[in-house]
């Protein structure tokens, strides 16, 4: 098993009532408990809407959409992440999902 991330950005849409955002939840638990079942693992993270943009001088970091949640996910490869982030119920909502692999970095004594 590997390990990978799923980064949502917020869609283009503005806010959203709270019967939505109830509706919304309680989607999003009922796919995550599908897949634990199937014996997959997540680690949630939501991100605060505080956030500062640091870009080199003479750059502009561009019109990106706002980076607001990020699951860690244990998949067998990178195609069955795919097959597991195109499932969520977000895009339905409008987020933007992208999924990456990664790794924890070497220790420093090995730099």
Do not use: C
């Not at 949502?8 to 408990?33: C, D, H, L, N, Y």
């Amino acid at each position: 098993m590997k390990q990978f991330v799923l980064i949502f950005r917020q869609g283009s849409g503005g806010q959203v009532s709270a019967e939505e955002q109830a509706k919304r939840t309680a989607e999003i638990r009922a796919w995550a408990g599908g897949w634990i079942e199937q014996g997959y693992s997540f680690d949630p993270r939501q991100l605060e809407q505080e956030s500062y943009r640091i870009a080199p001088d003479g750059e502009s970091d561009g019109d990106e959409r706002s980076v607001v949640n990020l699951l860690f996910l244990t998949a067998k490869d990178f195609d069955d992440a795919v097959r597991v982030a195109k499932t969520h119920p977000g895009v339905r909502f409008g987020t933007h999902i992208e999924v990456r692999a990664w790794t924890a970095p070497p220790p420093l004594a090995a730099r």
